[in-house]
């Protein structure tokens, strides 16, 4: 069922009864048990709903269907007035729990992508702990890319997030690959790196019709969800197959075990993304344009590009 169908039960969470609600959401065939307590919040229950609505149909957008069939979403309240931080698991019910200010507003929902972030690793399988980047990084490319597409945010939004966020995920001086990686950074913003440069070289390959977005639909809809644990080979082969390249089987053996440092400010400026006074603006012309335009609004442009490397192994300087 599309849209919201929403009943209150008693809930099953320890907390007080009388302060503790469960709303059921019928979205796209699944179900969004909604947990928390609206007297912890300034903002109404609609607006938490529309904001959980909206994250589902980002995370739906980008992968064809909603995840799961059944998800329990806990809202926790804290004091502030930001997104503080969020948890998915299926161990084996899928759960994930939000904590945020109880005095967050309207307007830093309306384009918070955190719950689009933890819905996404519902539909990635797990992966030793070695790999914690990959699932970060996928989740953290996507959440961007995703909200874009659904367009809960415009593609510039999304980019500036790339230009200011992705330079942080670089190796550093005592960095090595990303297996292993215990940096914040390297495993969030260095995994995402890796899915964009996934992205821009399998568009290139495939004439701009095929990308990341292919690759995580065949994993998904190969039964490849965060309940289930993977392994790597198995995970990067089936991307692969997808789109008929070696992409993410050439990149992780680059990345693996050194540090691999692309030149982003060659590769923005391919893309098509600047900078100007504070705010990102487009360059159609540029070289790379047309894959930038496929990566946050498909259907892709069949265009075929040829360009030299842009990655360089090395570390970034302090």
């Given at each position: 069922m599309i849209g919201p169908s929403a009943a209150e039960k008693p809930p099953s969470d320890a907390a007080p009864l009388e302060r503790r609600v469960v709303r059921d959401i019928g979205y796209a065939g699944a179900r969004i048990s909604l947990v928390f307590s609206p007297s912890e919040f300034e903002v109404g229950e609609g607006v938490l709903v529309d904001w959980v609505l909206r994250s589902a149909r980002a995370v739906t957008t980008y992968f064809g269907r909603f995840p799961v069939r059944d998800v329990r979403i806990k809202l926790k309240a804290v004091d502030g007035n930001d997104i503080v931080e969020g948890a998915a698991n299926m161990d084996p019910d899928a759960r994930i729990r939000i904590t945020l200010g109880s005095r967050t507003n309207a307007r830093t929902l309306q384009t918070d992508t955190t719950l689009v972030h933890e819905l996404a690793h519902l539909a990635f399988p797990d992966h030793d702990d070695k790999h914690l980047w990959l699932h970060e990084g996928m989740a953290t490319y996507v959440e961007w890319v995703a909200y874009a597409q659904s367009q809960e945010i415009a593609a510039r939004r999304a980019w500036s997030e790339f230009m200011t966020e992705m330079p942080l995920g670089l190796p550093e001086?005592?960095?090595?690959?990303?297996?292993?990686?215990?940096?914040?950074?390297?495993?969030?913003?260095?995994?995402?790196?890796?899915?964009?440069?996934?992205?821009?070289?399998?568009?290139?390959?495939?004439?701009?019709?095929?990308?990341?977005?292919?690759?995580?639909?065949?994993i998904h809809n190969a039964g490849g969800t965060l309940r289930d644990t993977w392994s790597i080979e198995r995970t990067l082969t089936t991307a692969d197959s997808?789109?008929?390249?070696?992409?993410?089987?050439?990149?992780?053996?680059?990345?693996?075990?050194?540090?691999?440092?692309?030149?982003?400010?060659?590769?923005?400026?391919?893309?098509g993304v600047q900078q100007n006074g504070g705010r990102v603006a487009f360059d159609d012309k540029a070289p790379l344009a047309a894959i930038r335009r496929g990566i946050t609004a498909p259907p892709a442009w069949p265009l075929l590009l040829a360009e030299p490397s842009l990655v360089r192994q090395g570390r970034r300087q302090r």
């Open positions: 001086s005592e960095d090595q690959g990303l297996d292993d990686t215990p940096s914040y950074n390297r495993r969030y913003w260095g995994g995402a790196l890796y899915f964009l440069l996934a992205d821009i070289e399998i568009r290139r390959r495939t004439a701009n019709r095929l990308g990341v977005q292919h690759a995580l639909r065949a997808a789109t008929g390249t070696t992409v993410f089987q050439d990149l992780y053996k680059m990345m693996r075990g050194q540090p691999v440092s692309p030149d982003l400010a060659t590769l923005w400026r391919r893309l």
